[in-house]
């Protein structure tokens, strides 16, 4: 699989947009973008995916740059629920539901 | 609301004994996960089943860990004996047939002394 680079942690105030950075300077041409998020004490959870274009949800945004080599997950108004290890993932497209892989992703704190 | 449910949700057991850990993945997935976390090594996989079979175990120590799932609603992982190094947060996930989420239990938290 693609490695993804995310830093280890971030800090957000409450109420404020979050963008959440990852680099996958190696993603091929078949693989999608996942993120899950992880909170505290739970599992992680599914948050977003997308392969090209720009993605939207009830849960957050995922900004594809035009070469696919970063992607962006923008949390609109952060809220102290969302504070979470946030994994950016590479799978691909014929995947059919194989095993993550999961890196060591970026710690949000959000602060009220 | 179909969640993908984990026993028991602690355990504390003494070095050598034996742990059974159990997921009841959401009705109709028909691939489920077995991953484990820890502080040093992260989520990492250890095993996983398509339609019951067994697909991919590699990442489980063979002569310790065995996976199984006796029928579509339960799915087991077995330690004997375990050792204070399995102590981990072991998540189960399941999968819909052509689907691309994940969706995982609470997971059992494992200390073995």
């Known amino acids: 699989d693609a490695k993804t680079t995310q830093p280890n942690s971030m800090e957000s105030n409450e109420e404020e947009p979050v963008h959440l950075p990852c680099n996958h300077s190696t993603i091929s041409g078949t693989d999608y973008i996942h993120w899950y998020r992880q909170l505290p004490s739970q599992g992680p959870e599914y948050v977003i995916h997308?392969?090209?274009s720009n993605v939207n949800n009830r849960m957050a945004s995922l900004a594809i740059a035009e070469d696919r080599k970063s992607s962006t997950l923008i949390l609109h108004r952060a809220t102290l629920r969302d504070a979470a290890v946030y994994y950016c993932?590479?799978?691909?497209?014929?995947?059919?539901?194989?095993?993550?892989?999961f890196g060591k992703g970026t710690r949000l704190s959000v602060i009220a | 609301d179909a969640r993908v449910t984990q026993t028991p949700r602690h355990k504390v057991t003494e070095m050598g004994q034996e742990v059974t850990m159990r997921c009841q993945p959401i009705l109709g997935h028909n691939t489920v996960f077995w991953y484990r976390q820890t502080m040093m090594q992260g989520l990492e996989l250890l095993a996983y089943f398509r339609n019951r079979a067994p697909l991919d175990d590699s990442g489980m120590p063979k002569d310790r860990f065995s996976a199984e799932m006796p029928d579509a609603t339960l799915a087991t992982l077995k330690i004997q004996p375990s050792e204070p190094r399995d102590s981990a947060v072991y998540f189960c996930a399941s999968a819909l047939r052509g689907g691309e989420t994940q969706y995982f239990g609470p997971g059992t938290r494992l200390l073995v002394l």
């Open positions: 993932i590479l799978r691909l497209a014929i995947s059919g539901n194989t095993p993550l892989v």
């Open positions: 997308g392969l090209t």
